[in-house]
């Protein structure tokens, strides 16, 4: 069962070639994605053969096999981890009963508005990151945005396979929008805001890939409670490609930070006019990236009070964030949560029903996963000697969507006047000024084994290769 078949045309390892329909389905699907890769995929890659990547097996040993590829020719597939014939649900209104193999008619609505939207994310942030080849600050750094960008093909695979396996006309229908919707797109973009954004330049990427991914890994890992199994066994698989993501995020804004705390020794500074004519991104520039794109990211948990929400956890949908760890009764009917709100221009704490609550209980559990980076971005500081804290913004800062989303409330977590905004959020959030700035050191770097000056090698190569391995050939 964990073995995959590369033979046919759509590897996998779910007897595709016993459903002739479905097969077919998929291989005319397939084209069409081909087209949306060449037309919305990596920019100017066609030619080039790059160190990649490819599933070989779901087990948790060995699945992965390395070697230059193109990307075109990537082994797109369908990987679902082993099943469990005794799995039962454990959460909800059907706790104690069998998993579902199939769509029970009364989720089917619901679990295909679920499907739709996870899928709809991964081609997203490939068409957002697709001119970032263009200035990648090393053959390195290009490897890895690239296997990202092919994992993130494969993910929009698994979701899809779901829709035409599941969900008949509609899901075949609802495969086909999500070509056709596109990041950013005026008149049919993305279904999520933070997909609609810039991914404008490197500093942007590390810091998506490290807090944006990392909704997805919560988001995956909530889906993977499901009580619809092949739902289940699909976001499992799609967990462990997302811990890559998550780790070129989380190394390259390490090594932006070690660069810049390198520059500050060197010319002993911390003025922020000597360290970017020295061309290193100042760390209060950081700070600003990491406000943003945190807060941005905590969006996409949704509105603090869902009764969605509630309907999905109760149904056996969607649970929380490692379910079978928590202690008590997951059904949560009496149990309450405490969520913000603003009253009086303060932040108050007001409990409310846990089960309408379950998208802020995810947000919270990503909060603290997210805050971990955050800390060892500061050893790398804090190594240097140089004292300048890193942080979080306070959940309720530059909220988009919930009960804080009328409210301007600072990092720390006051609420303020428009006025005060208006006169501080330059402090806070990006400007103008700091994203020309970072665009301006973007500059493509195609030597094995040489970077950006304003980045500092990785430790390690991928795969025990060394760092000037010729990661991607340029042909
Ligand atoms: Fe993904
Ligand atoms: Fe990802």
Not at 37 to 56: F, I, N
Not at 210 to 216: K, N, S, V
Not at 235 to 255: D, I, N, P, Q, Y
Not at 334 to 340: A, E, F, P, Q, S
């Amino acid at each position: 069962m964990s073995g995959i078949n590369y033979s046919e045309k759509i590897p996998n390892n779910v007897n595709l070639s016993e459903d002739r329909t479905l097969q077919r389905a998929l291989e005319q699907w397939q084209p069409n994605f081909i087209n949306w890769w060449d037309d919305m995929g990596p920019e100017g890659s066609t030619d080039m053969d790059v160190y990649l990547r490819t599933a070989v097996s779901v087990d948790p040993q060995g699945w992965a096999q390395f070697g230059h590829v193109k990307m075109r020719d990537y082994r797109w597939g369908v990987f679902l981890n082993p099943g469990d014939q005794e799995r039962q649900i454990h959460f909800g209104d059907h706790k104690g009963e069998k998993v579902w193999q199939d769509v029970p008619g009364e989720h089917r609505a619901n679990l295909r508005r679920i499907i739709v939207t996870q899928g709809d994310t991964e081609p997203a942030s490939v068409e957002q990151q697709r001119h970032l080849g263009l200035t990648a600050p090393s053959m390195y750094d290009l490897r890895n945005l690239f296997q990202i960008n092919v994992e993130e093909g494969r993910h929009l695979w698994a979701m899809v396979y779901l829709l035409h396996k599941y969900f008949g006309r509609d899901g075949r229908e609802e495969a086909d929008a999500l070509l056709q919707r596109n990041s950013g797109n005026e008149d049919n973009p993305r279904i999520l805001q933070a997909f609609n954004e810039k991914t404008p330049d490197w500093l942007s990427f590390f810091m998506f890939t490290y807090f944006t991914d990392r909704d997805g890994k919560f988001q995956l890992c909530a889906l993977a409670e499901s009580a619809f199994d092949p739902l289940a066994r699909t976001t499992k698989f799609m967990l462990t490609e997302e811990a890559h993501h998550m780790f070129v995020g989380e190394s390259g804004v390490s090594r932006t930070i070690q660069r810049t705390v390198d520059v500050m020794n060197q010319l002993k500074t911390d003025d922020v006019a000597k360290l970017r004519a020295a061309g290193v991104i100042d760390l209060p520039t950081i700070q600003r990236y990491i406000n943003f794109h945190f807060s941005v990211t905590i969006d996409l948990f949704g509105a603090d009070e869902s009764s969605n929400a509630a309907t999905f956890y109760s149904s056996g949908l969607k649970g929380r964030y490692e379910e079978g760890k928590r202690a008590d009764d997951h059904v949560l009917k009496g149990n309450t949560y405490k969520i913000l709100a603003v009253e009086n221009d303060k932040l108050i704490e007001k409990e409310v029903p846990m089960l309408n609550a379950l998208n802020e209980v995810l947000r919270d559990d990503y909060i603290v996963d997210s805050k971990g980076g955050i800390e060892r971005w500061n050893r790398v500081i804090e190594k240097a000697g140089i004292p300048f804290k890193l942080t979080a913004p306070h959940k309720a800062f530059h909220r988009n969507i919930g009960s804080l989303s009328g409210s301007k409330i600072t990092p720390d977590g006051r609420v303020v006047t428009a006025e005060e905004w208006m006169a501080k959020v330059g402090e806070w959030l990006p400007t103008n000024e700091d994203r020309a700035y970072v665009g301006s050191l973007m500059g493509r770097v195609t030597e094995p084994g040489k970077f950006a000056n304003w980045i500092a090698p990785p430790v390690m190569g991928i795969n025990r290769q060394p760092v000037d391995f010729d990661y991607v050939r340029f042909n």
